[in-house]
C-alpha cells in the first residue's frame, strides 16, 4: 500500500496532479482545501503528500487520494468509515478545512455539514452519531508546512509532536499554545491533559 509519496509536481488538473516520483507519474486526487493551498506551486517544485490508497476487486484501478498534514488523512479515514460515506463522496464533501469539518461534528452543527456536497440531514447526522467525541485532535489542524522537532523533557514532547508532526503547526507556534495552557492550568501533569487545555484554548 502506497502511503506516502514525495516528488516533484508533474501537472496540475482541476480536481488533481500528477507527481513524479523516481521516473514514474502517480495521479493523486486532492480535496478542494488541498488543491488550493498547492496554487502556489510551479511545475517542477517538490511536493510531499500523504496518500490514502485504494484497491479492491470491485475497483482495480488503484485510487490514490493526498493530503498535506497526516492527520487530515486520518480523518477521512474515519469520514469514510462512517455507513454510506465511500472514499470519493468525502473527497467531493471536503471543502471546508478538516478543522471547521471537525467543530461542526463536535459541535452536533447539522446546517453546517449539509453545506458539504452530496452530505444531506441523513448523512449529516450519520457522521455526528459515528464521529462525534473523536475530533478533538482534528479541530486543531493547520495545514501548512512543519518544521523539526527539537528534544524536549517530559510529557510535553508527545503533545509537540502531534502539534507539529500531524497538526501542521511550526514548532513556535506549538510551544507558545503549550505555554498559554500552563499559563490558564499550571497542575497540567500529563500530555493528556495538556493536549486537552490546548484544545479548549483554540476553541474559546
Same mark, same amino acid.
Given at each position: 500500500?502506497?502511503?506516502?509519496?514525495?516528488?516533484?509536481?508533474?501537472?496540475?488538473?482541476?480536481?488533481?496532479?500528477?507527481? $513524479?516520483?523516481?521516473?514514474? !507519474?502517480?495521479?493523486?486526487?486532492?480535496?478542494?482545501?488541498? #488543491? *488550493?493551498? %498547492?496554487? @502556489? &506551486?510551479?511545475?517542477?517544485?517538490?511536493?510531499?503528500?500523504?496518500?490514502?490508497?485504494?484497491?479492491?476487486?470491485?475497483?482495480?484501478?488503484?485510487?490514490?487520494?493526498?493530503?498535506?498534514?497526516?492527520?487530515?488523512?486520518?480523518?477521512?479515514?474515519?469520514?469514510?468509515?462512517?455507513?454510506?460515506?465511500?472514499?470519493?463522496?468525502?473527497?467531493?464533501?471536503?471543502?471546508?478545512?478538516?478543522?471547521?469539518?471537525?467543530?461542526?461534528?463536535?459541535?452536533?452543527?447539522?446546517?453546517? $455539514?449539509?453545506?458539504?456536497? !452530496?452530505?444531506?440531514?441523513?448523512?449529516?447526522?450519520?457522521? #455526528? *452519531?459515528? %464521529?462525534? @467525541? &473523536?475530533?478533538?485532535?482534528?479541530?486543531?489542524?493547520?495545514?501548512?508546512?512543519?518544521?523539526?522537532?527539537?528534544?524536549?523533557?517530559?510529557?510535553?514532547?508527545?503533545?509537540?509532536?502531534?502539534?507539529?508532526?500531524?497538526?501542521?503547526?511550526?514548532?513556535?507556534?506549538?510551544?507558545?499554545?503549550?505555554?498559554?495552557?500552563?499559563?490558564?492550568?499550571?497542575?497540567?501533569?500529563?500530555?493528556?491533559?495538556?493536549?486537552?487545555?490546548?484544545?479548549?484554548?483554540?476553541?474559546?
Amino acid at each position: 500500500m502506497i502511503g506516502y509519496l514525495e516528488g516533484t509536481l508533474l501537472q496540475r488538473y482541476e480536481d488533481r496532479i500528477l507527481l $513524479l516520483v523516481n521516473a514514474v !507519474g502517480y495521479e493523486v486526487l486532492l480535496p478542494t482545501g488541498v #488543491i *488550493a493551498d %498547492l496554487a @502556489g &506551486k510551479a511545475l517542477g517544485d517538490p511536493l510531499s503528500l500523504y496518500i490514502y490508497h485504494q484497491q479492491t476487486e470491485r475497483q482495480p484501478k488503484p485510487l490514490l487520494i493526498g493530503f498535506q498534514v497526516e492527520a487530515e488523512k486520518e480523518f477521512f479515514q474515519m469520514l469514510i468509515s462512517v455507513a454510506d460515506v465511500g472514499p470519493m463522496k468525502a473527497l467531493r464533501a471536503m471543502t471546508m478545512p478538516v478543522r471547521d469539518i471537525a467543530r461542526a461534528i463536535e459541535n452536533r452543527d447539522v446546517s453546517t $455539514l449539509q453545506r458539504l456536497p !452530496g452530505i444531506g440531514t441523513r448523512t449529516a447526522h450519520k457522521i #455526528i *452519531a459515528s %464521529l462525534e @467525541g &473523536k475530533m478533538g485532535k482534528f479541530t486543531l489542524i493547520r495545514p501548512q508546512d512543519s518544521s523539526a522537532v527539537p528534544a524536549a523533557a517530559d510529557f510535553v514532547q508527545p503533545v509537540i509532536e502531534v502539534l507539529v508532526s500531524q497538526l501542521g503547526y511550526k514548532t513556535v507556534e506549538a510551544r507558545r499554545m503549550i505555554d498559554e495552557a500552563f499559563q490558564r492550568n499550571p497542575a497540567i501533569d500529563t500530555p493528556e491533559a495538556l493536549f486537552e487545555e490546548v484544545y479548549r484554548g483554540e476553541v474559546r
